[in-house]
């Protein structure tokens, strides 16, 4: 079956991790011919170059380049894919003159977050409508976007185990950044507003004033210049901001606690990767984190801007040995569980299958 992909580029986000690990695994373990365009040179992940795909480009030269059209039509008259299979708005958008004219079907697989308000607007109504089936990784995700269950289905995001079978000694990696702490705590998340790194530093900087055995990470690219200018100089050696990471999963073992306060997410792979590693995870209730964490068993669900909150969560965790690794077991057995690669690859093979019965 020859699949073709769009997304707008290949950076350090969730979904682009989830489609390259989807493409590396069509391509590997069931022998389908994939071919990937993007808008933008950037790709952050390498393993697609272990089974020799080359990325085609076809770059915007402004905002909105209306050429990308004819530009995709002609990739997909050229290649006859069986599907055409996107992963953004704009993605999905580009692809609907393929669809119509070439009569190809088309997967959409735009839904990746789950805000807690409706986000339907006419371009998406539009990218719906053209949809032969709409994928979301989380039921919150369906719910946001108003998308009804007989046209659309969950996936929920694969996590390939793999990833931290290589990952580099705690100690050395702590020697390394100079942590000399007990305990250390991580957020992995991009600097902007909608992660609310905010209340994970306004926590971080009251338990620091009586606790100063604990360092604090903040992982993920960004401008954060507004959060190291809130650091005391007396932290500065606690609160360590690590920039964008490719060796995300050693940096997250070293963590005896995952934090994530964000505004709502659909199933973040940073609680994933969190989970896999057996850590405990306290994040907002908000969005499709409740479909990851079960609260009080594998990590504790906060509100939002919750600073007391998350103070007293991770001190009782920090305070409790054996109940922070219950919960960090707890969190890889639902990963392995639920969230599997392979599972995660069978149904879009499923859904692969059905589309082209049709």
């Avoid at 707008?8 to 989807?22: A, D, F, S």
């Avoid at 990739?75 to 993605?91: F, M, R, S, T």
């Avoid at 946001?144 to 580099?168: P, Q, W």
Wanted: glycine content about 6%; proline content about 2%; charged content about 25%.
């Amino acid at each position: 079956m020859k699949i073709l992909f769009f997304i707008e580029n290949l950076g350090p986000g969730g979904k682009e991790r989830r489609l390259t690990e989807l493409i590396y695994d069509l391509v590997k373990n069931h022998g389908y011919e994939c071919t990937i365009v993007l808008t933008k040179l950037e790709i952050h992940y390498d393993k697609l170059r272990n089974i020799n795909i080359q990325p085609i480009i076809i770059e915007k030269t402004h905002k909105k380049d209306l050429s990308i059209f004819y530009k995709f039509y002609k990739i997909a008259k050229q290649l006859k894919p069986d599907i055409i299979h996107v992963w953004g708005n704009l993605a999905a958008t580009y692809a609907i003159p393929a669809k119509l004219f070439l009569k190809i079907p088309l997967i959409n697989n735009q839904i990746t977050d789950a805000p807690c308000f409706s986000k339907i607007n006419f371009n998406y109504k539009v990218n719906f409508f053209f949809s032969d089936k709409i994928i979301a990784n989380s039921e919150a995700g369906l719910k946001s976007y108003n998308v009804k269950k007989t046209e659309g289905l969950v996936i929920y995001n694969g996590f390939d185990f793999n990833r931290i079978k290589n990952i580099t000694d705690r100690e050395t990696l702590k020697n390394r950044l100079n942590i000399h702490s007990k305990f250390v705590i991580g957020m992995v998340a991009t600097f902007s507003l909608s992660k609310d790194y905010q209340t994970y530093i306004d926590a971080a900087l009251k338990i620091l004033e009586y606790n100063q055995d604990i360092s604090f990470l903040c992982i993920g690219s960004g401008d954060n210049q507004m959060y190291k200018n809130q650091i005391p100089k007396k932290f500065e050696d606690k609160i360590k901001f690590t920039g964008a990471i490719k060796d995300v999963e050693s940096l997250i073992n070293i963590c005896d606690i995952g934090v994530l306060t964000s505004f709502g997410e659909g199933i973040s792979n940073a609680i994933l990767e969190f989970m896999a590693l057996s850590k405990p995870v306290i994040a907002t209730n908000l969005g499709a984190t409740s479909e990851l964490i079960e609260d009080d068993i594998s990590g504790f669900l906060i509100n939002e801007s919750a600073v007391q909150e998350l103070e007293n969560y991770l001190l009782l965790l920090i305070n409790d040995d054996k109940r922070r690794q219950q919960m960090g077991e707890r969190g890889f057995e639902i990963v392995n569980q639920k969230f599997g690669m392979k599972r995660m690859t069978d149904e879009f093979l499923s859904v692969y299958e059905k589309i082209i019965k049709k």
